[in-house]
């Protein structure tokens, strides 16, 4: 009977307690996401500048960034409009580099909470680009729906208000600003890789044998034919595979 | 460039971006136990932004000196940890000190 009771007390409590953890992590998600908002502006800037400069409209600019949420495809696909490509050059150009999103999408499959229905994660991959995979592969415990909705959010609005200012204010900037700002994306890249690198030394060697594959593939004559999307895949999976070969991790932790 | 072309252009970049997101986590809903893997996994981020930013940061700007003056200056920002907004602006900033100075 007391037993009884307890279950179903439990039964009870449960619920409640249960929508106040997904409150709060979702408040937590939106707290970690807020630096990365933050510096999606200065890139998403950069973004709407160049798309603007470049002759696409505006509103266009805008758009991009709330349907494509990514830097580097972006930036490429954008590129190739200017440049009048087909589109079936801009659609393999920025489907090649967005294939790392594949390996994160798969690294985070295992950091999710299991039993995750399929519906919540496919609106949840919508918000995977390398920071807030970066940062949601760095937390401790297992990763809920409201978590991952909450990191998404600042971002999400952070790459939209950056480009929509950096599209509206192009005319105003000096050229000096304009090109002053290319360099906001690939400072944030090293922002999220450098403190990691700082605690261990088999992310450094990672990085290292990453970049030395990407350069050699940007510097050596022959090699240089291979466009970047690719590059990055193939300095990604081996570097990864070094890392794993030589520095396997022990812990249970992705 | 006519807007129907860059919406089409747009729309296919969108699906094109969204599809490798979204399969994986879709498709494995158990977890993998190779240690191999998931090894190989933990180590992606780290490849994928390194390869992504070296060597292009140093083409980023339109003059090399100052790429590399910005590049020196994240890199010193980020050891510090100092947060992506801080290490984003900080390196904008000397570049255009840079632009505006020589």
């Known amino acids: ?254 | 460039m006519s807007l129907r072309y860059i919406l089409l252009a747009v729309a296919l970049m969108a699906i094109v971006t969204y599809i490798p997101r979204a399969l994986p986590i879709v498709l494995f809903k158990r977890k993998i136990k190779s240690q191999r893997i998931t090894s190989f996994l933990y180590y992606t981020p780290y490849a994928v932004l390194g390869a992504m930013t070296f060597p292009s940061i140093i083409y980023s700007t339109g003059n090399l000196y100052y790429s590399i003056a910005g590049t020196l200056v994240a890199l010193g920002l980020a050891y510090l940890e100092q947060g992506l907004m801080k290490v984003a602006l900080g390196a904008v900033l000397i570049v255009f000190l840079c632009h505006v100075y020589f």
């Open chain 1, 1 to 254: 009977m007391a037993k009884d009771n307890q279950t179903s007390e439990k039964n009870n409590i449960k619920k409640p307690i249960a929508k106040e953890n997904s409150i709060n992590d979702f408040k937590q998600g939106v707290k970690k996401g807020l630096p990365i908002a933050f510096g999606y502006v200065p890139v998403a800037f950069a973004f709407g500048l160049l798309a603007v400069k470049g002759g696409i409209p505006v509103w266009i600019a805008i758009l991009i960034s709330m349907t494509n949420l990514t830097s580097a495809g972006q930036f490429a696909g954008v590129g190739l409009i200017m440049a009048q490509a087909t589109l079936f050059e801009i659609t393999l150009t920025t489907f090649v580099i967005n294939i790392r999103y594949m390996l994160m999408s798969l690294a985070l499959a295992q950091k999710v909470v299991e039993k995750m229905p399929r519906l919540h994660r496919s609106i949840m991959a919508f918000g995977i680009t390398d920071e807030t995979f970066a940062v949601s592969s760095l937390e401790e415990r297992e990763i809920t729906f409201p978590f991952m909705m909450g990191l998404i959010t600042g971002p999400y609005f952070g790459w939209a208000l950056g480009t929509a200012l950096g599209a509206i204010l192009t005319n105003f900037l000096p050229v000096a600003v304009q090109n002053s700002m290319g360099i906001a994306l690939y400072a944030m890249f090293i922002a999220l890789i450098i403190p990691a690198a700082k605690k261990s030394k088999a992310v450094l060697v990672v990085i290292i044998v990453a970049i030395a594959i990407s350069s050699a593939f940007k510097w050596v004559p022959f090699l240089n034919k291979l466009s970047q999307g690719w590059v990055i895949i193939l300095a990604t999976v081996i570097a990864s595979a070094v890392g794993a070969i030589f520095f396997p991790r022990s812990e249970e932790r992705v």
